[in-house]
């Protein structure tokens, strides 16, 4: 089973800020923990990662908490095309566990 | 930049028949996986393959299920005999680079087993 909990689906208006949360209270010290998305039934999607500091890249930024036990995605301005199944995945290079994920819808 | 590639995008077959899905990973990556997902369900782990075998392997990746990386560029998935339920996308990964664990997928493979 995933070690992730994520609320089923959030809407975001276009042009806002997506903030989507996961809880990962039994990640271990060497875990990481990753974001992909999956737009319809294409291949799931590279967003970001992090161990503990908070990152930003060119997609997101990932907000990890200081006990690493949550994690925030935010996708700073949302357009439609973000409309997608976003995944968050705790791993320290072992396959991955998918849970069903987050479901956003980016309305205009 | 380069991407995993996966081949056909879309597979019909008959019950009983075997089928390969075929994958090629990204050039310098050195760690191999299939998932698969059935319509409307989770993303599911099947194999992960590295140094030429298999590193670990889930319950659904029996004995029907094999894989291979038979000429160093190629990753398949071979199906022996295909049953009703093993409809489903079927996604190839890897890993390598200086992004060691992220794992790159393909766009997939639709397989449907009539």
């Known amino acids: 089973d995933a070690k992730t909990t994520q609320p089923t689906s959030m809407d975001c208006a276009e042009g806002r800020a997506a903030n989507l949360p996961c809880n990962h209270s039994?990640?271990?010290?060497?875990?990481?923990v990753y974001w992909y998305r999956q737009i319809h039934s294409q291949g799931p999607q590279y967003i970001i990662h992090?161990?503990?500091n908070n990152e930003t890249n060119e997609m997101a930024s990932l907000i990890i908490t200081e006990d690493r036990k949550s994690s925030t995605l935010i996708l700073p301005h949302a357009t439609l095309r973000d409309t997608a199944v976003y995944y968050c995945?705790?791993?320290?290079?072992?396959?991955?566990?998918f849970g069903p994920g987050t479901r956003l819808s980016v309305l205009p | 930049e380069p991407e995993v590639t996966q081949t056909p995008s879309h597979q019909v077959t008959q019950m009983g028949q075997e089928v390969i899905l075929r994958c090629v990973p990204i050039s310098n990556h050195l760690y191999f996986y299939w998932y698969r997902q059935i319509l409307g369900q989770k993303v599911e782990f099947l194999v992960s393959?590295?140094?030429?075998?298999?590193?670990?392997k889930s319950e659904i990746f029996d004995d029907q299920f094999s894989v291979e990386r038979p000429d160093g560029s190629n990753f398949t998935l071979k199906i022996r005999s295909t049953k009703l339920e093993d409809s489903a996308m079927y996604f190839c990964a890897s890993i390598g680079g200086f992004r060691f664990l992220t794992q790159y997928f393909g766009p997939g493979t639709r397989l449907l087993v009539l």
């Open positions: 393959f590295y140094n030429n075998e298999i590193s670990e």
């Open positions: 992090g161990l503990k």
């Open positions: 995945i705790v791993t320290h290079g072992q396959n991955f566990v």
């Open positions: 039994t990640i271990s010290g060497n875990e990481y």
